[in-house]
């Protein structure tokens, strides 16, 4: 990090007072200005509003003379507030300029009415358990009533109601997945606050009566909907709907369907296998584990099945060490991982079990290269692993080993740019052979890895298509890390305003991605550059921005001594910045070596992450080439 700009973290608070604290202390806000105007832009969700609507608001459209200066001098003073380390002269990175106006870019866990509507989006598909976790936490952000400041002002009373909904709809939402989860008590003093403050919502009615019958009070349960019965008569004249009239009858003949549910799916499953004996467990732990992972849990999955290639070591029996390690066949769509300390520890495990066993059967084999491509995912250096898995797979006919085997394979398509066609044939085979493999899992990595490589040619249309059809199936087969990939498609891509959701357990994926897609977006519209947290990227972005700020030997000194980008998913991203620091820059021999690696992908678009999009590699190529000619006519 050089002195360009010092990032802070910006968090802003409008459920309740408004309230902004900026790395970690509360900033005052004493003018009412300063927070309406924030009120204004946190509801725009990131939107962009231009300064002629800001006065309108303001002032209900009778601004004062003097109100564009006034606004300037607000905005002037909230920067100051939002980033009060940013040194003259260099460009805001929070409340940022956007042709005649404004917008807050800021991510979603730094608002908490957006990582409210985050949370409550991402229950849908969700398992009981993971809804209970993220309306819970939801519900916690409520310190007061939205904008409660400003509520009667114009801009705030659709979305004060919205919210207000939102809040109500996540209580029964929660309360919904906590009668699933058999913990009825939990609920009772929330669903009954929630009937007293919403007498019309019949949902709250139904959810009390349920949370009581099940927590053993009959007659409160029966008595509660009596009670909603007489008040809807009372005051609106209407009889209760038909969920509460079958819900009583269904009460007084004690369905037993009514009664708190057992504990279902994986926690019954772990309990049966911890009942046997060790090798059985082993054996059984990729099936629990893979489930485990694709419902989101991965950090559980990746510990434990780490502590089950280890037990089997302990075990010496190289064929059952092998099924250990190779039988977790849950396939990558991100080539960076997310724990590589534990992606070394598989690589090295499965290639001593290779060497340990010459005998060992094809299938197994297979496996274990499919594994070792996989976990060494994005290097371009494990083709010939992946090649093999996919040659076996085939000869064996096996559908869900050939997915597991092309799922590799798809993370070692980065030994050059420009193999977005590739990829794209990998993706539509394994949504193919996913069918015959029943295995909905592969068919949504297929659906994403053809999302992405469309995105390199240029067709949103059809990777729109697939970003659809995956959000489908996540919700039918409960896959919720599924979305996070089409979310940020559609913030980068078709324009969505509410930034997308940056989930703790995937840190390969988000360390740094913000800033980076941000950053590609301001290239493309040709706008000032935001810095920030960069993450493992860091080094490639730096000289372009020191040039930027002026620093142009620090720029020349920090691009001669740049290493190629890594072979993943911003190969052609990551190029095309340094192209750009080297097209400024005027440096000859990073000139050449971009031209050389971005060549291959003449014709696409650096976009083929799905996530990062710094428009046509071509524009980049021609910068480089008007830059070497440039420089030959020099020398």
């Not at 806000?29 to 800001?54: C, M, Q």
């Not at 089997?312 to 300390?341: Q, S």
Request: hydrophobic residues 45%; aromatic residues 6%; proline residues 6%.
């Amino acid at each position: 990090m050089t002195t360009a700009s010092i990032p802070t973290n910006v968090q802003i608070r409008v459920l309740g007072p408004l309230q902004v604290a900026v790395d970690g202390e509360v900033r005052e806000l004493s003018k009412r200005r300063h927070r309406e105007i924030l009120g204004i832009l946190v509801a725009l969700r990131g939107r962009d509003i231009s300064t002629a609507s800001l006065i309108d608001e303001l002032w209900d459209g009778a601004p004062p003379p003097g109100a564009v200066g006034a606004v300037r001098t607000f905005i002037g003073e909230l920067r100051r507030i939002l980033e009060p380390h940013r040194l003259p002269r260099t460009p805001p990175s929070v409340l940022v300029t956007v042709r005649d106006g404004y917008a807050l870019r800021l991510f979603v866990d730094a608002v908490d009415v957006w990582r409210v509507e985050s949370a409550v989006a991402r229950t849908a598909g969700a398992t009981p358990n993971q809804a209970k976790s993220l309306l819970s936490t939801a519900l916690r952000e409520w310190r007061g009533a939205a904008f409660q400041e400003f509520a009667e002002r114009p801009w705030a009373l659709a979305e004060v109601s919205r919210l207000t909904e939102m809040r109500q709809t996540a209580v029964e939402r929660f309360a919904s997945a906590c009668l699933d989860c058999g913990q009825p008590a939990e609920v009772i003093a929330m669903l009954e606050a929630q009937v007293e403050e919403n007498p019309w919502r019949e949902e709250g009615w139904r959810l009390l009566a349920v949370a009581l019958y099940q927590s053993d009070r009959q007659g409160d349960a029966l008595a509660v909907l009596r009670r909603a019965r007489v008040q809807h008569a009372n005051e609106l004249g209407l009889d209760p709907g038909p969920a509460l009239v079958d819900l009583e009858s269904r009460m007084l003949r004690r369905d037993p369907h009514l009664d708190r549910p057992e504990p279902l799916g994986l926690a019954m499953t772990a309990t049966a296998y911890s009942k046997s004996g060790t090798r059985v467990q082993l054996e059984a732990s990729n099936a629990v584990l893979g489930s485990l992972a694709v419902a989101g849990n991965l950090e559980t999955a990746r510990t434990q099945r780490i502590a089950a290639i280890q037990a089997a070591a302990e075990l010496n029996d190289p064929e059952l060490d092998a099924r250990v390690i190779g039988g977790y066949d849950i396939p990558g769509i991100w080539t960076r991982p997310d724990d590589p300390a534990a992606a070394a520890i598989v690589i090295a495990a499965a290639e001593n079990a290779l060497a340990a066993n010459p005998n060992l059967s094809d299938r197994s084999r297979a496996r274990l290269l499919a594994t070792i491509a996989m976990e060494s995912r994005g290097t371009g250096g494990r083709h010939p692993e992946a090649s093999e898995a996919e040659s076996i797979a085939r000869r064996l006919g096996d559908a869900q080993l050939l997915c597991f085997a092309l799922s590799a394979r798809f993370m070692q398509t980065f030994t050059s740019a420009g193999l977005a066609a590739d990829r794209a044939d990998i993706g539509q085979e394994l949504i193919t052979t996913a069918f015959d493999a029943d295995s909905p899992t592969f068919e949504i990595n297929g659906r994403l890895i053809r999302m992405q490589a469309l995105c390199a040619v240029n067709d949103i249309s059809s990777a729109s298509s697939e970003a659809d059809t995956v959000d489908r199936l996540a919700q039918r087969h409960e896959r919720p890390l599924a979305t996070v990939f089409t979310h940020w498609f559609r913030w980068t891509f078709l324009g969505d305003s509410l930034p997308p959701p940056l989930p703790p357990e995937m840190p390969g994926f988000t360390d740094g991605m913000p800033a980076l897609a941000t950053l590609g977006r301001e290239l493309r519209e040709a706008t000032e550059l935001s810095d920030g947290d960069f993450g493992p990227y860091e080094r490639w972005v730096r000289p372009l921005l020191l040039v930027r700020a002026g620093s142009l030997g620090a720029a020349v000194e920090a691009l001669q001594q740049l290493p190629d980008p890594s072979s993943d998913l911003l190969l052609e991203a990551t190029w095309c910045i340094v192209a750009q620091a080297a097209s400024e820059l005027g440096q000859l021999s990073v000139i050449r070596r971009a031209l050389g690696a971005l060549e291959p992908a003449r014709g696409e678009w650096a976009a083929g992450s799905g996530v990062v999009d710094l428009g046509r590699v071509d524009h980049y190529l021609g910068l480089l080439e008007v830059a070497a000619g440039s420089r030959r006519g020099v020398g």
